[in-house]
């Protein structure tokens, strides 16, 4: 199965985020081989299809281990799971930066919120 390229005006594009990155939080020690766990989120304007996207973030290095989920989310940003499937694929990430690939199997436009973990 092909995917459509989307042109640049149905990318779904960010709309709000949260992305804590302050040691303030008083967080306990992870241990094992992980320093440091950092959790976000970002709100998506509507879309279907498959896109790759990006979010930036100062946390994520190159072996920065992410992961990404995806919901459907309603008029007040509330996650729900609706008919439409989401799917997210592919997760690379970078210095500063984690591109991903999201699959909306919906025949309209949807708007979402993506879950980041981020693991160092």
């Known amino acids: 199965m092909t995917a459509n390229e989307p042109t640049a005006s149905q990318v779904p594009q960010i709309t709000g985020s949260l992305q804590s990155a302050g040691q303030e939080q008083h967080l306990a020690d992870i241990g094992g081989n992980v320093g440091a766990v950092w ?12 896109f790759n996207l990006q979010i930036s ?8 281990t992410v992961v990404i989920t995806a919901s459907e989310i309603d008029s ?3 996650r729900f799971v609706g ?3 989401f799917q997210v694929s592919s997760i690379a990430p970078g210095n500063g ?5 999201i699959s909306i199997g919906w025949n309209s436009p949807l ?9 160092n």
């Not at 959790?39 to 498959?50: A, F, H, K, L, Q």
């Not at 100062?58 to 920065?64: A, E, K, L, T």
């Not at 930066?97 to 690939?101: A, L």
């Open 39 to 50: 959790r976000g989120w970002v709100t998506w304007s509507p879309g279907n299809g498959t």
């Open 111 to 119: 708007p979402m919120r993506t879950d980041i973990l981020v693991f």
């Open 76 to 78: 007040n940003g509330n």
């Open 57 to 64: 973030w100062n946390v994520i290095g190159i072996d920065s």
């Open 83 to 85: 008919a439409a499937p």
């Open 97 to 101: 930066v984690v591109t991903f690939k």
